[in-house]
């Protein structure tokens, strides 16, 4: 944290409940219902028991703790109770299943925006949907599909997002490589504000998407990214590849351009940026 700045006791940043959380939100598609839970196993859990039961689509949950939160390759994402945002999303977007990953990369750019405001330098993405301030990830999304066949049923987007938690609370095997907004803005930030902002972007992100494709989110996402010419080394579920970053194109495809001119296209993996092994 910046010098100067006192830490904030765990609740600090404000409460979140639904009745804070609704009150001037001026959304039409999302959050017309907000569930606020003291604990939870995982947000993204409890929305996919309600999108399995028929809840419609723009429906979130939050939770102030959770005792199981999830993270990408089958990580587990540390989640104190009282100081930051673990929400999870409803969506039933008319889009192929293999076209999902779109609605991941949108929400990342919706995480920037939101918290570009909060913070002295910009946000930046990193491949496909951590958010890095200053070269530390302070926020990650899981989504989850459920599709029948060709039918794209539901998506889960659960986000977590590190606001009010002090690096020194954060357990060692995270402190190294993860960092909170307050960290980075030196004063606690409104957790109520800083949520509501979040479901406004998100929803005009997911309207822009639907109204004029994804080309317009992947042209924000690469200037969130600053990945383009970058030599990278990206991990995917068929091998190691390593070439120099064009960027995202407008199917959501990471496009690299590896040794003898070859391009490949990276469409899901974890891709560090040549001798650093990343967030
Ligand atoms: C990542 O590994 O970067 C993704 C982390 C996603 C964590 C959020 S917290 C809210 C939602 N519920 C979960 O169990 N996981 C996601």
New binding site residues.
């Given amino acids: 944290m910046r010098p100067g700045k006192e830490r904030p006791g765990p609740g600090a940043g404000g409460e979140l409940t639904s009745a804070a959380l609704l009150r001037c939100l001026g959304t039409r598609r999302l959050g017309h219902r907000v569930d606020v839970y003291p604990e939870l196993a995982?947000?993204?859990?409890t929305a996919r028991a309600l999108a399995e039961a028929g809840e419609p689509e723009g429906t979130i949950v939050i939770?102030e703790a959770?005792t199981?939160?999830?993270?990408?390759?089958g990580?587990r994402?540390v989640?104190p109770a009282g100081l930051n945002l673990?929400?999870?999303f409803i969506l039933r977007p008319r889009l192929a299943p293999a076209e999902s990953a779109k609605i991941t990369l949108l929400t990342a750019v919706a995480l920037a925006d939101t918290l570009k405001v909060h913070v002295p330098r910009a946000p930046r993405i990193k491949w496909p949907?951590?958010i890095l301030l200053e070269g530390l990830?302070v926020?990650?999304?899981?989504s989850e599909l459920a599709c029948e066949s060709e039918h794209t049923l539901f998506v889960i987007v659960?986000?977590?997002v590190n606001l009010n938690y002090p690096r020194a609370l954060m357990p060692p095997e995270i402190r190294g490589r993860a960092t909170s907004v307050m960290e980075e803005a030196g004063a606690a930030v409104d957790r109520v504000r800083v949520t509501r902002s979040l479901v406004r972007h998100m929803e005009e992100r997911y309207i822009e998407f639907e109204e004029h494709g994804f080309a317009p989110i992947a042209r924000c996402w690469n200037g969130y990214a600053r990945m383009e010419g970058c030599r990278v080394r990206a991990h995917t579920p068929d091998g190691e590849r390593a070439g120099r970053v064009r960027g995202l194109d407008g199917s959501g495809f990471l496009v690299l351009e590896c040794e003898g001119g070859l391009t490949e296209r990276v469409v899901s993996g974890d891709v560090f940026l040549d001798g650093a092994e990343g967030a």
């Fill in positions: 995982s947000t993204n859990r939770a959770q199981s939160g999830q993270g990408r390759m990580r994402w989640s673990y929400i999870s949907n951590d990830k926020a990650g999304v899981l659960g986000i977590g």
